[in-house]
């Protein structure tokens, strides 16, 4: 005799890929430096910045669209996305800290847009 409250196979949970693309404020790639550097990300990401070494930061566009205040040693940015370009931000504390972050239509393939 079956049982009727018996559930069949149940398939697996899917796997999603991440979707978060993290930029690290450490001292990766010498003092006072931003990692992956430059960064190339995909449009549908989102970018968190996280603060990795013992100094505080500030990370902010040059157009001044994105701005994450300040951040303490062990945090993270609030997430964020970006529309397609070439974008240039630096470290509102230490101001000699540049970098820039690339979104794509998908991975690898830059979209031409106005650049920052």
């Known amino acids: 005799?079956?049982?009727?409250?018996?559930?069949g196979p149940v398939a697996p949970t899917p796997t999603l890929p991440p979707t978060n693309f993290v930029v690290?404020?450490?001292?990766?790639?010498g003092p006072y430096s931003f990692s992956?550097?430059?960064?190339t990300v995909r449009s549908e990401q989102v970018?968190?910045?996280?603060?990795?070494?013992?100094v505080t930061h500030h990370v902010a566009f040059d157009d001044r669209s994105v701005d994450t205040g300040t951040l303490a040693p062990g945090t993270l940015s609030q997430p964020i996305m970006i529309g397609r370009g070439n974008w240039n931000y630096n470290c509102a504390i230490q101001p000699f800290?540049?970098?820039?972050?690339?979104a794509t239509a998908s991975a690898g393939t830059p979209v031409g847009g106005a650049s920052n």
């Not at 970018?47 to 013992?54: L, Q």
């Open 97 to 102: 800290m540049v970098e820039s972050v690339t």
């Open 1 to 7: 005799m079956s049982d009727p409250y018996a559930i």
């Open 36 to 39: 992956p550097s430059p960064a």
């Open 24 to 29: 690290d404020v450490a001292e990766i790639n």
């Open 47 to 54: 970018i968190v910045w996280r603060k990795s070494d013992t």
